[in-house]
């Protein structure tokens, strides 16, 4: 099972592969539009994609980014968070679009929640749009008893913690290991926070069969463009938040924000994300 991208070559009188129902010398290929294949998925089916359409989603956030996010940055200029937000949302909005066409070939559905007790972190920005979420959807009762399961799931982690030191692959993989369930998974197995959930969730598509979904070790999961780009456009905007500026590190030289896991964004509850670096 393949995950590099390779160009699929389809014959002129096979049916086009964007399902129109027409041959593809009078479709795409009239159209000049490029087909890649990621290798097959966990069926043994042919993992195809339009990756014309893909570069063209790629550029659409690009060109985002440079004119509502770096041209702020290179004048030194910051935003409002209510600002940040909008931008965030359109982000995401442009990601989900260009991760559309892998989602047909994955074994994901609705109800599974396998992958929502892996670890991940999300950026200050995005933990300030789920706050807000919650906020404003969620009951005082649910909120409290999210509270209460927090503080039991942020003592544990950080017991983790002072058993692995700075040991960060360690930190992951006992966490893995106690497969402990998104705060935010309802008890259908559904995210709960699906509309504004950050975007390590949004792109984490996997290929490989859902028994296989274990930890992130055994599943196969390629990095793709949209995810790649949003990441650069998401990291570089929580940056620029005015609120959020002091919030960064420096990773490999390079300044990047600072990344929490979602349990502790909000060990303090859901009037703020904690900003305790």
């Not at 659409?60 to 910051?78: A, C, M, Q, S």
């Not at 994955?106 to 991940?120: D, E, H, I, R």
């Not at 906020?135 to 927090?150: A, P, T």
Request: glycine share 6%; aromatic share 10%; net charge positive.
């Amino acid at each position: 099972m393949g995950t590099k991208e390779e160009r699929f070559n389809i014959k002129v009188n096979e049916p086009c592969p964007c399902g129109s129902g027409e041959i593809f010398k009078s479709c795409c290929m009239k159209k000049k539009q490029e087909y890649y294949t990621l290798g097959k998925n966990y069926e043994g089916k042919e993992m195809v994609f339009n990756q014309t359409k893909n570069m063209e989603n790629y550029d659409e956030i690009t060109k985002f980014f440079l004119e509502n996010i770096y041209n702020v940055i290179e004048k030194n200029d910051t935003f409002a968070v209510s600002k940040a937000l909008d931008h965030l949302k359109v982000i995401y909005e442009k990601v989900d679009k260009g991760l559309n066409q892998f989602s047909g070939y994955a074994p994901c559905q609705k109800g599974c929640g396998t992958c929502c007790s892996l670890y991940l972190e999300c950026t200050p920005i995005e933990a300030e749009l789920i706050r807000r979420y919650v906020k404003d959807n969620f009951s005082q009762e649910e909120i409290d008893n999210i509270i209460l399961r927090l503080k039991c799931m942020n003592e544990q982690f950080e017991q983790i913690i002072k058993s692995s030191g700075e040991n960060k692959e360690e930190i992951i993989k006992k966490y893995l290991d106690r497969k402990q369930p998104c705060i935010f998974l309802t008890k259908e197995n559904s995210c709960g926070l699906y509309e504004v959930r950050p975007l390590v969730c949004r792109s984490f598509i996997v290929f490989s069969a859902a028994e296989n979904c274990k930890g992130e070790g055994e599943i196969i999961r390629p990095a793709l463009a949209p995810a790649n780009i949003g990441r650069i456009a998401i990291n570089q905007l929580s940056m620029a938040v005015v609120r959020f500026k002091n919030m960064h590190e420096i990773v490999n030289n390079e300044k990047t924000p600072v990344m929490k896991p979602l349990i502790q964004w909000f060990n303090n509850g859901f009037h703020d994300i904690n900003r305790k670096i």
